[in-house]
Structures are given as C-alpha cells and as structure tokens.
C-alpha cells in the first residue's frame, strides 16, 4: 500500500513539475510576470480582481489589510481594516514601496495567478511524498533527504517569485527562478531512480560517463543564454506591442549569436555521447529520448526565429529543453555506479 502511494504520488509530482513550468512559460510569452503586483495574494486578495472597478476607490465600502487600489496611476495598499466615507483619506492608504508597477491588465492577471496556483498545487504531493517518507527513513535515508530536498526547494522557489515580483522582474532573478525548476526537476527524477532501484548500465569507458554530465552541463547554460535572450525579447515586447512579433529580432544582440552558437555545441556534446555509448555497450534505450528531444529542441529554436514566435512556441521551446534535461539526467543516473 505505501508503495503503491508513494509511486502515484510521485508520478503526479514529475507531471505537476512540467505543468509549472509550462505556467511560467505562458507568463513569459504573454508579458504577465507583473499580473499581479504582490506576494502571495494578488492586489490583496485571495482571488484576485476581474476588472478595473474593484481596484478604484469606493465610498462606503469595508476594506481590509493589504487589499490594493490604483489611483493617479499609483499603487496603495490599505494600512488596517476599515470602512471608508464618502471621500478618500489618505490616512488610511499606503503607496507601495516594493516598486513603481500600477497597471491592471485582467488577463495578465489571472495568467499569472493561475502559473501561482498551479504551483501551490505542485507542493501539495511533494508534502505527501516528505510525510509517506518517515514511514521508511530507516530503510532508506535517502528517500526522505530528497523527499526533504524537494520540499525545501519548492519554498525556496516561491521565494525567487516573491523576489522577482518586487523587484519588478529583474532579469537576474528571473534566470535563477527558471533555472532552480531544473534542480527540482532533477530531484524528482533521483528519486524516482532510488524508487524504482534501477540497475545501472554500468559503462567501463570513462569518456562516455564524462560526456553525460558534460552534456547535462551544457544543457543547462544554453537555458541560462535562452533566459537572457528572452529577456530581451521582452522589452522588445513592450516597446513594439505583443502581436508585431516581426521586430523582436529585427536587430538582434550579442546574447543571440551566443546562444544560437552554442545550440551547435549542445548537438555536437550529445551526438557524440550518443554515439559513443552505444558503440561500446548498445544499452540503454533512454538516450534515444535524448535524441528526440533534442532534435525537436533545435527545431523549435528554428521556428521560434523563422516563423516569428508563433503562437505557444516559447513555452513549448522551454518545455522541450526540460524535457530533453530529465532524458539526460536520468539517463547519466543510469551510466554511473550506484
């Protein structure tokens, strides 16, 4: 019975995790990281508002601790509950300091309420799976230390969100809170390699071994690059509208070039790993995973650049690179000793 659980609930863990990051990358493609301009709740409120009149200001209405109102294009927050009179004082309001973001867009809004939501819903199963690990801690102790790991690192990681709300999407923060998904998801396949008690395909030539992290290694800078070219793209965004996606990349910067260049590299890296382990021992059908994601990887960067971002393209570029991450690293977990 706690197999059975602890299996399910982990299978529901690996699922939710690529649902969260299919979220934040739907709050990238759409520009709605500032959707909401607090943490946690949204403009003070558990659900948050679905149009512009509930955040102005209302004569004769009970408002409460943190909820939020847009005057003179300026945030304020209320400072305690009350109930307000028929004209505004400003005794009972306070500007928000975190930063200088007043815009309400409902859309925008409830995109980047539901990325939230969904992953408040990812820590619930991680909670169950750090619970359904004290049954076995003396079993086996590294179970509950990535159970403990994986509950740590979501808090961790809805604490980079507060962070790159209030400070209104600071590109070095967004990069660390893309990247920080990519550990999660890497404990999440631990421990379902330690669950399962696969054997390794163990692979006497070194290289082979060098070339897999080598390999997990590169994948994760070339998501590092892809997170910086997307802040680009960003203020392109902003600057020539949402839907005239031709000039984003009418004159592309540096990071580009980079970026694109080192997409060869990563091909390169991988093929030859491929190739490799498959010339000494023929194992492991996991690594054809690595080439499919791989190439659909590269061929979605191609369609990104080419075909103007069509629609959904961003979250599902950043999808296919997570993807191609777990074919990897699961795959070096299975080469290596135990």
């Not at 991988?270 to 498959?278: A, M, R, T, V, Y």
């Amino acid at each position: 019975m706690w197999k059975k659980t602890f299996q399910t609930t982990l299978t529901l863990s690996i699922v939710l995790v690529f649902i969260v990051i299919i979220a934040g990358a739907v709050v990238r493609m759409t520009g709605s990281g500032m959707g909401c301009p607090d943490w946690p709740k949204c403009f003070g409120y558990v659900i948050p508002p679905t149009e512009s009149s509930q955040l102005e200001w209302k004569p004769n209405h009970n408002y409460k601790q943190g909820q939020a109102i847009i005057k003179d294009e300026v945030l304020y927050t209320v400072k305690k509950n009350f109930i307000s009179l028929t004209a505004y004082e400003a005794k009972n309001w306070e500007s928000y300091t975190k930063h200088n973001y007043a815009i309400f867009n409902p859309v925008h809004t409830w995109i980047e309420y539901l990325n939230r939501l969904a992953t408040v819903l990812f820590g619930i199963p991680l909670l169950i799976l750090f619970i359904l690990s004290l049954w076995k801690i003396n079993e086996d102790k590294r179970i509950f230390i990535l159970c403990l790991a994986l509950l740590v690192s979501v808090l961790f990681e809805s604490i980079l969100g507060k962070i790159v709300v209030d400070t209104n999407l600071q590109p070095v923060k967004i990069t660390l809170h893309v990247l920080f998904v990519f550990f999660i998801v890497a404990f999440l396949l631990w421990l379902r390699f330690i669950f399962k008690k696969h054997k390794s395909f163990i692979n006497r030539d070194v290289l082979v071994n060098r070339l897999g992290i080598i390999a997990v290694i590169v994948t994760l800078i070339q998501v590092i690059l892809g997170t910086q070219l997307r802040q680009y793209i960003d203020v392109q965004m902003q600057l020539n509208t949402y839907t005239n996606q031709k000039v984003w990349l009418t004159t592309p910067p540096v990071i580009f070039y980079i970026h694109r260049s080192f997409s060869i590299f990563l091909v390169t890296i991988n093929l030859f790993w491929i190739w490799l382990h498959k010339k000494e021992s023929g194992e492991l059908k996991l690594l054809n995973w690595v080439l499919l994601f791989l190439v659909l990887e590269v061929l979605s960067g191609i369609v990104l650049y080419y075909l103007d971002f069509p629609f959904l393209s961003q979250p599902i570029h950043l999808l296919l690179s997570s993807l191609l991450f777990s074919a990897q690293f699961y795959s070096v977990l299975r080469l290596l000793k135990r």
